[in-house]
């Protein structure tokens, strides 16, 4: 999991409730990204920011909500717009710079499941 | 969408056999990575391939790329329990601007049985 940290582990929410996963990373990243994972399936992603006070919508960006103010912070809003947002979340992170190589490779954190009750 | 797809879903071996899982795209990609997850947690990082070569190696895994075909195989040799774990290949596309594009496929889950 690398210097990747991710809370909760584990978190619950009511129906029409908006919820906030924390994603920090203490690898001296640019990039940050979001990713779902629903049982069986791939990664699909949310949001990405490449620098601080920047970011993109993914392929399934509807519903939920990102901020990046600080380079180590990436955390990820679930709003009451997602229509089935129980799932696993992941967050990683990647340097920036010179594309060709290792720096297109991404670390992840442990992973946040959010079950909507 | 998804660019990869690993094949088979499922894979299940006996300790010290080998393991082959495939990935095949459909675009042209830049690189292609191999990740592993184990159940309930992040990905872990194996191995990187750069679209010009052809194969590499990383201890007991060994990973070839064939262009041609937009196919790529993973294969862990001399398998052991604490293999088990899912496998994920990601495609990388540079999309300009020194952005990139990293798809994942839906996984390859490897049962090694003691």
């Known amino acids: 999991d690398g210097g990747i940290t991710q809370s909760p582990k584990y978190l619950f929410r009511k129906e029409g409730q908006n919820v906030t996963l924390s994603c920090e990373q203490n690898l001296n990243h640019d990039a940050m990204y979001w990713y779902r994972q629903d049982p069986g399936q791939g990664l699909r992603l949310i949001y990405y920011s490449q620098i601080v006070n920047d970011f993109q919508k993914g392929d399934i960006a509807e519903g939920y909500s990102v901020s990046r103010e600080k380079k180590e912070s990436f955390p990820l809003t679930v709003t009451s717009a997602q229509k089935n947002p129980t799932a696993f979340y992941l967050c990683a992170s990647s340097k920036a710079g010179e594309m060709g190589g290792h720096t297109d490779t991404q670390y992840f954190g442990p992973g946040t499941r959010l079950t909507v009750l | 969408s998804q660019q990869g797809e690993e094949d088979p879903q499922a894979l299940s071996i006996q300790e010290g056999e080998n393991a082959t899982m495939n990935c095949s795209y459909k675009?042209?990609?830049?690189?292609l990575q191999w990740y592993r997850q184990n159940s309930g947690r992040g990905l872990v990082h194996l191995i990187l391939i750069r679209s010009n070569e052809r194969e590499k190696h990383s201890g007991r895994l060994r990973v070839t790329l064939d262009t041609s075909k937009k196919s790529s195989s993973l294969l862990i040799t001399a398998s052991r329990a604490a293999d088990t774990a899912s496998y994920f290949c990601?495609?990388?596309?540079?999309?300009?601007?020194?952005?990139?594009?990293?798809?994942f496929g839906k996984g390859t889950k490897l049962s090694v049985i003691p």
């Open positions: 990601a495609t990388v596309i540079y999309s300009g601007a020194g952005s990139y594009q990293l798809t």
């Open positions: 675009t042209s990609i830049n690189n």
